[in-house]
Structure formats: structure tokens, C-alpha cells
């Protein structure tokens, strides 16, 4: 059974930074790709980060370009969104996903109804 445990989220001031974990079992990363999505009150669910099974390459939103970073650690079986910088439209429930037809085209809105397998979100506020 595959799951998915999203921790790290939590409040903090325009500027500043965390780390979101995602804990993952079930499946191996050489066979899903794996992402973060948000959404906000009001707002579809928007792919934020990607990291493809293949050769782990990493695709951004242009919202968090240059401020997130995503990454894998494969003996922890966890994958990692440093989020820097952070602004108040990054407020959101931050949601860890994988599906092995998920392609990383997410980050433009593209095949998000593809993913099937999703965490249950952590919360992030960011306050100006």
C-alpha cells in the first residue's frame, strides 16, 4: 500500500524558511515520480515541485522558482521542500503526492488528475 506522511509545516514571518518532509512507503522512487502541491482557501490545488524516478531531475512552478528546493534522500525514503524566502501567497495546505504515471508537467497545472496517491497535507503560514 502506498502512503505518504507530509510534517514540517507551521507558522512563520515573510522571509523566512522551512523544511516539509514527506515520508513515503510502499514504493521505491526508481518507479514514482514525486511532488508537492498546495492549495489555498478558495484556490485549485497547484503543483509547487517535481522530482521525476528516472534520474531524479526537479521542475518548479515559476512561483517558487529560485526560493523552493526539492530533494530525495532514498535510504530515508523521504522527500524534502526547502522553502526560502517565504511570502504570504505561499500560505497553503502543502500536500505530498506519487503515482507512477505522474509526469512532472504538474508544475503547469498539467496531469494533476493523473496522481492518485496523496498525503494528508501540513499546514504553512506565512504572516506578513
Known amino acids: 500500500e502506498v502512503q505518504l506522511v507530509e510534517s514540517g509545516g507551521g507558522m512563520v514571518q515573510a522571509g523566512g524558511s522551512l523544511t516539509l518532509s514527506c515520508q513515503v512507503s510502499g514504493f521505491t522512487f526508481e518507479s514514482y515520480a514525486v511532488a508537492w502541491f498546495r492549495q489555498a482557501p478558495g484556490k485549485e490545488r497547484e503543483g509547487v515541485s517535481c522530482?521525476?524516478?528516472?534520474?531524479?531531475?526537479?521542475s518548479y512552478a515559476d512561483s517558487v522558482k529560485g526560493r523552493f528546493i526539492i530533494s530525495s534522500d532514498v535510504a530515508m525514503n523521504t522527500v524534502y521542500l526547502q522553502m526560502n524566502n517565504l511570502k504570504p501567497e505561499d500560505t497553503a495546505v502543502y500536500y505530498c503526492a506519487a503515482d507512477p504515471y505522474l509526469i512532472c508537467t504538474v508544475v503547469r497545472g498539467i496531469g494533476i488528475e493523473l496522481v492518485n496517491h496523496w498525503g494528508q497535507g501540513t499546514q504553512v503560514t506565512v504572516s506578513s
Open positions: 522530482i521525476t524516478s528516472e534520474d531524479r531531475s526537479t
